[in-house]
């Protein structure tokens, strides 16, 4: 149960990407705010500026779907894993931190790939080589491994960063093809690990 009475009646609340990790912003909740975002499953504040409740996205549209909450061993702390729609910084940034770069963009990676099978782009990358079929996705995955061992064993750093990236690219999706998430691969390895 929240514990909202330690620091009147407000909790803090970290609202961390569901898949990436990457923490997007931190915010305030009052025990109206907690039931509605648990009631609504769409992230909502209460607004120490504006005094009253405030959903993220309501204005801009980006909003923050709830996918899980957490409590603090305190349970006066929040962590909520949300699928953010859209940016959810009011400057356009995808988090409120400037951090240097998105060190999981593999992941995000995943999920545009996904974008692009749900909402084909007529001359994307993608959509012609879908056109093509399983064969030819997996032929490129081999195509990109051989060019990333050469590279490996006789080419500059820079051209091997260049061909494992396609690689990873390629193999993404692949799998995306074959409707094998990163999260299946990542559990697969993290049991043989145990």
Known sequence: ?????????????????????????LGYMDQEAYDKTQAEKIVTFFSRSKNRLWTKGETSGNFLHVKEVYLD???????????AEGPTCHTGSRSCFKTEYNQNFILELENIIQDRYENPHEGSYINKMRQKGLNKIAQKVGEEGVET??????????????EAS???????????????????IARNLESRHK
């Open 1 to 25: 149960m929240m514990n909202f009475d330690k620091n009147t009646g407000l909790v803090p609340v970290i609202v961390q990407d569901e898949q990436t990790l990457e923490v997007l912003m």
């Open 73 to 83: 061993c305190d349970q006066d702390t929040v962590l909520i894993k949300v699928k």
């Open 149 to 162: 061992v050469i590279a490996a064993l006789a080419e500059t750093e820079f051209d091997l960063v260049n």
């Open 166 to 184: 396609d690689l990873v690219f390629h193999l993404l999706f692949l799998l995306r093809e074959k409707n094998i998430s990163l999260e299946k």
